[in-house]
Every structure is written in C-alpha cells, then in structure tokens.
C-alpha cells in the first residue's frame, strides 16, 4: 500500500522585513535585508552598551490581550496561515494538532533570576506559552506539542508533524516556530564570539559571524492539498546527531550527512533529483565548514546551495519554519535566491553558492538545520507532479528492555557524585555538565550497561516540564548580577544539549528530539518512539522524562527494541 503523502497547504509569517509570506518574499527577491544595529543588548566587561547586528520585527501592531509579545507572533503567523486554507464539508471532523516550536520563549520577560523557582511566572514555561496559543486557535490541549530542540526546532517539529499525519494520529498538524531576541540571547551568542559586526556571509572567506534575528512563522500540514492553491509535499525527513561535541560541529560532517541522506531515502529520491539545497548557514567558521563536508558526503557539491540568514538572521527555533516557507516559494517560483555578501569560497568542500539569484528547473529541495547539542535535521520538499509514491511502513512492536528511576530533592549533588563514583567512570567533562545533562548522564549509562550498537542503531526520545530553566536562571544571574554571559553555563540553556550529552558518551547518532510538556506523556512519547523505529534505522529508542528545576529532580527512562 503507498504511503500518505503529507502536503504543506498554507503558511504565514512575521520577520524583521515585514508581515505577511508574500511582503517578505518580495523584500528578499528585492534584495533587502532587516538585519540593522541595534542597541540594548549586550554590553561590555565594563557595562558600556555594545550595538548588536541583529533582525528585530518592528513596529509589530498584533500584540494580543493577555499574551506577550512572543506568543503575539506566532498568532499573527498562525493566523495568516489560518486564513489561506479552504474548508470544506466535513473538516470540523478532522484530527488537528498544533506543535509550538522554540528554543527560549518568553525568556525575556525575566529582568532578573528570582530566589525561589515558585516565583517563576507560567510564561516562562514552553509549555505553556503553547497551550495559550493553542486555546487561541481552539485547539484541545491534548493536542498541542512542543518542540525544543536548539536550532534545528523547527525543521524537527516539521518531521514530527509529517510522522503524525503519516501514521495516523492526525490528519492536518500546524506547526508554529517563534523566537524573540533578547539581552538573555544576545549576550549568551556574545560570549561564544560568535556574533559579527556586519552583516554576515554564510561560506565566505571572510565570513566573521553570525547575525541573530527573530521572527514567527506558520505552515500548515494536511493529509490532502484540497483547496490548496499552491501545495507541496514534505516527501522526506530526518533527525540525526553528530555525537561530537554540545557546542562544536562535528568535525567530518558524518551527523549532518546521515540526516540528509536518510531524508532522501524517506523520499525515494537521489541526489540527481534535488534541485536545490537550503542550508543552515550561519556564517560561523566550523559551522559552514561542516555543512561543505556533508553536502559533499551527500554527493550535492554541484547543486545550487544558499543561506538566507544575511536577509532576516539566525532566528533559532523560527528559522527552519522560516526557511522552509521560503524553499516552497522558490520550488514554485523556479529561482534560488542569492546568499548575499558571498564573494570568495571559504570552506573546504566546493559549494555552489552564488549572491546573485539562479533560474532553476524544479523537482525537490533540500532544507537542512543544525544546532547545539550535535542535533541535525533535514527535509525533502517536493512538487506534487514529483513526489514518488512510496511504500507504507507500519507502525513495528516493542519490547521493554530495561527502565531507570530516579527523583527526589534536596542534596542533589551529593546524590549525583555518589552514583558516578558507583559507576567506576572516569569522565572529567561530567563535573562540567549542568545538573540535569549529570541526571541524563547517569541514568543513560545504568540503562545501556552491557548492550553493544552501533551509531545509527539507537535514538533518543525526551520529554520534561521547565525545558532548561535551571541553567537559565545561572546564565541570568550571570548578566544581572556579574561576572557576565559564561558560554559554559549558557551552551546549557537548551534542554536538547542533556541528550546531545547522552549522545556524545554512547555514540549515538540516531534521532534525538526533546519534547516539552507540563507532565509526563509516556503512552504518547512511546507512541511517537514506534514512528521514529518504523521511520528511520534505529533498533532501539531510549525514551524518557528528564526533568531538574532547583534542586528537585526526576528521571524515568526506558530502553525500548522495535520487534
């Protein structure tokens, strides 16, 4: 039997060049960029304000009553969306999910850490900044998602939601990708020295940096392009992990490869077939130079590549939401766009990058992301007249191989200390990790004890509750009280970087997605493990809750074997 096709049917966005797809598709085509200086968000060792090159979304009239500005657009997105899509008879009936997609939410709203984590506000959970959107648009909570896996959230949330729809669980899935810059973020990217003082230049050899930016933006998901003026099909998708290092790329481009070319397994295409390459591109010196090995693995050295961060920049959990829209733009419009400030190669693959605008043949495209943690994730897009009709893969059993517990508070780090010695380890980096990467670290290691895989055998499945809320109070007492941003405590602001540890101790290269929620979905998270076995080369699936939040902890884990 073929497989469903999943088609993206409508989208919406709001960036730094403006509201509305089609106000930002003309401002790219035209040339124009939103990145500009901006003061107000980083200073120096001495407090002195240091403008930032960054796209901020101006002059914003959406804000909603009692919603913040973050969760404001990604209504605006969602809504534009929304409005593009054609009902039919029957569509009351039909099974609809949202997916919220971010890497830091409403951080933002936080002037200071307070002294008792109960004082946290509710916005600043993930979770619930989803709920409230989704409510917004009528949604059951039941059926809101979150998805916060660093940079690569949002082409991550498009896979989950293409599994979602592939298997059955729904039939039409919107995912939402939002991101708000702020002095939390600006001045954590500050500290790595990652960010220029120009507009950046994605695989130029001059290249110096990256350029933050935020935006919302919305695509909508459907088992049937019905209505639909101008569909395309999500044919592929992967997630992967380099298992090298949480804040470096992988030095042989293994990671980024394995989810492009199991993405194009997904679609039943080579190669030959892709048109076009969107990649992450960021501009930052290992970063590009990684993506140039895996486009090389992956036999794409001669295909049009581009990075459209000089026009709007890095949007973290929003841009492969983003970016994605303006792929299916330029399937249907038969150009890739110019990478701008692109003069010289300065990577050490051949790429066939250009800042000029090139008239293509269109089939599919790639659209890839990658982020801290070693996370890498990639989608095949496809018109309709090209998608293959692929063979239905079931939805396999499992077996319980093993399960780990673990919780309760108080002295958590004499708790932590007295199980590594237990385990005989001799890791030096585990004494450099935050509290809950040591809380995964340690219940991975008594849950994999004995059994030998291979990379891309095992997967890793997470869920927890406060995202990475105990590192962010420590990099936000950091800036508010001294001695200043610490890219060791803020690499950890990112729930995904406990898996990438998990990832990186035991070679693991498979799927790793990070879910958030305000409990414990087991059912749902083994649910969503049997997609991930029947959809990808994994044997195993490491499945868990993994949550730390001011010294109460709680860890429950399980070794799943697809049969």
Known sequence: MARKKVYIVADGMVTSLGAGTWTNVEAVRA???????????????????????????????????????????????????????????????????????????????????????????????LDCSAKRIGRHFGYHPEDVFTVSNACISGVSSIVVAKRMIEYGR????????????????????????????????????????????????????????????????????????????????????????????????????????????????????????????????????????????????????????????????????????????????????????????RQVRMRHCIKTASGFGGCNAAIVLSLPEYARDMEEKPLPGFRKLKDVKMCGAGDFHSFIREKYKALGLNDMKFYKMDDMSKLGYIASHLLLDGLSFSPEDMAVILQNRSASLDSDLKHLRNITEGPGASPAVFVYTLPNVASGEISIRHKIKG????????????EGMEEYARMVLASSKAKYCIVGWLEYLGGEYDADFELIEKI
């Not at 799927?511 to 087991?522: A, L, P, V």
């Open 31 to 125: 040339g124009k960029t939103g990145v500009a200086l901006h003061s107000g968000l980083v200073e120096d060792e001495t407090g002195n304000d240091l403008p930032v090159m960054c796209g901020l979304v101006g002059d914003f009239k959406g804000d909603i009553d009692g919603m913040t500005r973050t969760e404001s657009l990604a209504v605006a997105a969602v809504s534009e969306a929304a409005g593009k899509v054609s009902r039919h008879d029957g569509a009351a009936e039909r099974r609809k999910a949202l997916i919220f997609s971010s890497t830091k939410g409403n951080i933002g709203i936080l002037d200071a850490a307070p002294e008792n984590t109960a004082a946290l506000p509710e916005e600043v959970f």
């Open 170 to 357: 729904y039939d039409e899935v919107t995912v939402v990708g939002v991101d708000t810059i702020s002095r939390f973020i600006a001045s954590g990217f500050a500290s790595f020295r990652s960010l220029s003082a120009s507009l950046c230049r994605p695989y130029d050899a001059s290249r110096d940096g990256l350029n933050l930016g935020e935006a919302a933006a919305a695509v909508i998901l459907s088992d049937c392009a019905d209505g639909a003026s101008a569909p395309v099909v999500v044919s592929g998708g992967s997630v992967s992990d380099d298992a090298n290092h949480i804040s470096g790329p992988s030095r042989t481009g293994d990671g980024l490869y394995f989810a492009m070319r199991d993405a194009m397994e997904d679609a039943g295409v080579t190669a030959e077939d892709i048109s076009f390459v969107n990649l992450h591109g960021t501009a930052t010196v290992y970063n590009d130079e990684m993506e140039s090995k895996a486009v090389g693995l992956a036999g794409l050295s001669d295909k049009p590549v581009q990075s459209l961060k000089p026009y709007i920049g890095h949007t973290l959990g929003a841009s492969g939401v983003v970016e994605t829209v303006f792929c299916i733009r330029q399937l249907l419009l038969g150009e890739v766009w110019g990478t701008p400030g692109f003069a010289s190669l300065g990577v050490p693959v051949p790429l066939s990058v250009s800042s000029m605008t």
């Open 511 to 522: 799927d790793n997605t990070f879910f958030i929620s305000s409990s414990y979905d087991k």
